[in-house]
């Protein structure tokens, strides 16, 4: 779900990636990628969303509160779910340009998807739902920016980082998956650069959202065996970017994660696979908790 670019028909095809499609706040299917009605196409891969693998934690409590007292107990957390499944029948709202600091962009994008059909934004409400569960579990308070076509489209970009700015949240997380070319595979963190102009001013939050990423990363790397990005970040799974709203505009900790591309083959296998999200959900948890531990 984020980034300048879709590495698609190699550095012409990165430069234009984030205008058409997949790793923005608000991106949409790139330039090779299906045209958005297949964002909503019918049936998931064996494992898809919603279909909990084995042993993995079950439905959470709708009010976004762990049943108990943990010791991250009264510590918020945000999950910002890219893009969202009904955006594709709404192309004219989403289209619209927000404010995003720097500069204006789309409301939002459909996001990309897998060659088989298998929408972004399908995998980070998943994603997202198993994140909510485990760090519920840790008495975290977590609160999701959409969820279950709730809205049914969007949120805006500016208003997804409104809504972690209104919880006052300890920190904040927009969950993505790539599209760019076959062969770019792994997975990266997106940081927010420090920004000061018009609405945005990240410069209070810059040093503990680089924080959060680097935990976000190892974490992510130890739980999924995900490589760092082969294409972006030098091998090292961050991203410093100031074009973003989702960033651009939070005044929490805050970063995104490309999970993954869904262009290659070996990273869509994994993307699908219900088992393999649930290994990201528990990396992308041993992050959060970490930071939010100090440790």
């Given amino acids: 779900m984020l980034l300048t670019a879709l590495v698609c028909g190699g550095l012409l095809g990165w ?16 330039p090779t990628s299906p045209a958005s009605p297949a964002v909503s196409a019918p049936g998931a891969p064996s494992g898809g969303p919603g279909t909990l693998s084995p042993g993995s934690p079950g439905p959470s409590s709708g009010d976004g509160k762990g049943s108990g007292a943990g010791s991250l107990a009264g ?53 997202a739902h198993r994140l909510r569960t485990l760090l519920q579990r840790q008495g975290v308070t977590v609160k999701l920016t959409h969820d279950d076509g709730s809205p049914d489209w969007g949120p805006c970009v500016d208003e997804r980082a ?38 945005a001013d990240t410069r209070p939050i810059a040093a503990a959202s ?10 992510f ?39 993954g591309n869904m262009r290659d083959r070996t990273d869509a296998a994994l993307l699908t696979s219900g088992s393999w999200r649930q290994k990201a959900a528990e990396g992308l948890s041993e992050g959060i908790v970490s930071f939010l531990r100090g440790s």
């Fill in 15 to 30: 430069l234009g990636y984030e205008a058409v499609g997949a790793p923005d706040d608000g991106s949409a299917a790139s």
């Fill in 75 to 127: 510590k918020v957390v945000v999950i910002d779910p890219g893009h969202n499944p009904g955006n594709f029948r709404h192309t004219s709202q989403i289209a619209r340009p927000v404010d995003i600091g720097t500069d204006r962009k789309e409301c939002d994008t459909t996001g990309t998807s897998t060659n088989d059909g298998y929408a972004e934004a399908r995998f980070t409400l998943d994603v």
């Fill in 162 to 199: 409104r809504i972690g700015n209104s919880a006052h949240a300890d920190a904040a997380i927009s969950v993505h998956a790539d599209g760019a070319a076959p062969g770019d595979r792994g997975f990266h963190v997106i940081l927010p650069a420090a920004v000061h102009a018009g609405a």
């Fill in 210 to 219: 680089r924080d959060l990423g680097e935990h976000v990363a190892d974490g």
């Fill in 221 to 259: 790397r130890r739980s999924t065996g995900e490589p760092p990005s082969n294409y972006l970040g030098g091998g090292t799974g961050l991203v410093t970017r100031k074009d973003l709203g989702g960033l651009n505009l939070s005044t929490v900790p805050k970063v995104f994660i490309e999970c």
